[in-house]
């Protein structure tokens, strides 16, 4: 089956304890972008990538980072996680070609106490 | 810079018609989408229309384009409570390095019984 699988679905942790969201697609898609979703202010673009080490800022970049060493696989990294990043966050993936929407992962629920 | 717009909460009753409106800032706007989230899920796609359509209809779903107002609409034919779910308009634009998406804020639907 075609998807988007995010890990982990729910995470709770402190400020300050790095962390990983895992995002893997198996579509064979060149493009990939992280999304928060904070109520009232719908989709917030985080980072995208166009292909394999090719990475850009989107709208809310400060406090993430990202990695696209394959394909199939684009991490969002918290260093050092605080209260206001506590956040639904959206893994998502799309062929890049016209036409094409993305792909969403189910979502990780991200809470920093 | 690129802006969606849409209106945040929609009431109807089951059985009638419901119309989401959104409006977009960008011209270089190649395809707009539609996007439904139910509650505790990832956004699914619904349909799409190419930036120089007019209309297009699929099944319950119509959607309209205004290219010249920059206005793109989603009609639910017959809304049932199962279409309850927040909507997301989203464009794809071209910039300094290829396509990426822009979203609207999201449109609460709730379907009255």
């Known amino acids: 089956e075609a998807q988007v699988t995010q890990n982990p679905r729910y995470l709770i942790t402190v400020t300050g304890k790095k962390l990983t969201v895992t995002c893997s697609q198996n579509?064979?898609?060149?493009?990939m972008s992280w999304y928060r979703q904070d109520p009232g202010l719908g989709l917030r673009q985080i980072y995208y990538?166009?292909?394999?080490?090719?990475?850009d800022k989107g709208d809310v970049p400060e406090g993430y980072k990202v990695s696209r060493k394959e394909k199939r696989n684009f991490p969002l990294i918290l260093e050092s996680p605080s209260p206001n990043q506590t956040s639904l966050y959206f893994c998502?993936?799309?062929?890049?070609?016209?036409?094409?929407?993305?792909?969403f992962g189910s979502g990780t629920r991200l809470t920093v106490v | 810079g690129e802006d969606v717009e849409q209106s945040l909460f929609l009431s109807v009753r089951e059985g009638d018609s419901s119309v989401i409106n959104c409006t977009y800032t960008?011209?270089?706007?190649?395809?707009l989408y539609w996007y439904k989230q139910e509650p505790g899920a990832g956004l699914q796609l619904l349909t799409y229309?190419?930036?120089?359509?007019d209309m297009k209809q699929d099944q319950r779903l119509t959607v309209l384009l205004n290219k010249k107002d920059k206005h793109l609409s989603l009609r639910i034919a017959d809304t049932q409570t199962g279409d309850s779910a927040i909507y997301f308009c989203?464009?794809?634009?071209?910039?300094?390095?290829?396509?990426?998406?822009?979203f609207g804020p999201g449109t609460r639907l709730s379907v009255l019984p």
């Open positions: 579509m064979n898609h060149e493009y």
């Open positions: 998502a993936s799309s062929q890049g070609e016209l036409g094409y929407g993305y792909t």
């Open positions: 990538s166009m292909n394999v080490e090719v990475t």
């Open positions: 989203a464009e794809k634009v071209l910039d300094n390095y290829g396509q990426n998406f822009v």
């Open positions: 960008d011209s270089s706007s190649t395809y």
């Open positions: 229309i190419f930036s120089n359509m």
